[in-house]
């Protein structure tokens, strides 16, 4: 399932004052907040954000009042904020001012340059044709039911994934997280009929060829990896869902340019 991802920006930019009278809420989001920040890094999910955003999440998150045993926390975040930069999804700043979320994403102590930075946010999702979900919390999430947007008539409905509620964060991502699966013809012994072998699957540990799957860049729905441990390419294709079969490729001119550059081969 491709989407984008959106995330709830007072997850990182904090409300100062509510920060000191409810502090044990915010230590609770601290480990809610890393475990959100782990799925999106390890999906290497596209995220909706402008460098302008980045920039006010960055000089906003409240770093210089965590308590000592929190810093690691707040070098999660700043590690986060600062590598997704291929992984992120710009847009336009907009001139639309009537565009409202259900609840409002705009929170009163943001900065004006943060609200406007929200403002094209929301707009950002609430004119694109493509899929978003929206992650939040639950001390943070003011709502009900899942986002909307509006603007005039037009109403817009989001996937809303409350990130520490129940099992809702591993629920998702266990749909769209790809799963090796074996297929025998590709066995690294051959009997029968000629097929590309496995190298990287003894027949029984799937941990390898998991990991390289995990790790494979996806180009128009073909994942790619290199096998340094057995000096082959493998390629990933989907069967039923998030199911993926392996197979050695020998021929690196078969692989993408931009998958060779990316894995420096």
């Known amino acids: 399932m491709e989407f984008n991802t959106v995330i709830d920006i007072s997850s990182i930019i904090w409300n100062k004052e509510d920060y000191n009278s409810n502090m044990n809420e915010y230590y609770k989001l601290i480990y809610s907040v890393s475990m959100l920040l782990e799925k999106l890094k390890k999906s290497k999910s596209k995220i909706l954000l402008r460098d302008e955003l980045l920039g006010e999440m960055i000089n906003g998150f409240p770093f210089d009042r965590l308590p000592n045993e929190f810093h690691t926390f707040g070098d999660i975040v700043y590690l986060f904020l600062g590598k997704i930069g291929s992984e992120f999804i710009t847009y336009s700043d907009s001139t639309v001012t009537d565009i409202i979320s259900i609840p409002n994403q705009i929170k009163e102590y943001y900065n004006d340059i943060t609200k406007n930075e929200v403002m094209y946010l929301i707009f950002k999702i609430h004119s694109d044709d493509f899929k978003s979900v929206y992650f939040t919390f639950e001390y943070l999430w003011e709502g009900?039911?899942?986002?909307?947007?509006?603007?005039?008539?037009?109403?817009?409905e989001y996937e809303t994934i409350i990130s520490d509620k129940e099992n809702d964060l591993n629920d998702f991502f266990a749909k769209i997280e790809p799963i090796f699966e074996h297929n025998p013809k590709h066995d690294r012994i051959k009997s029968g009929n000629y097929e590309a072998s496995l190298s990287c699957y003894d027949g029984t540990n799937t941990e390898l060829p998991q990991?390289?799957?995990?790790?494979?860049?996806?180009?128009n729905e073909i994942r790619y990896n290199y096998d340094s441990l057995n000096d082959v390419w493998v390629v990933f294709r989907c069967h039923l869902d998030n199911m993926y079969h392996g197979y050695d490729e020998n021929n690196s001119n078969k692989i993408p340019n931009i998958v060779r550059e990316k894995l420096h081969r």
């Not at 009900?144 to 817009?156: A, E, I, P, S």
Request: charged fraction near 40%.
């Open 144 to 156: 009900l039911d899942n986002l909307r947007t509006k603007t005039g008539k037009d109403f817009k």
């Open 211 to 219: 990991k390289l799957l995990d790790n494979s860049i996806e180009i």
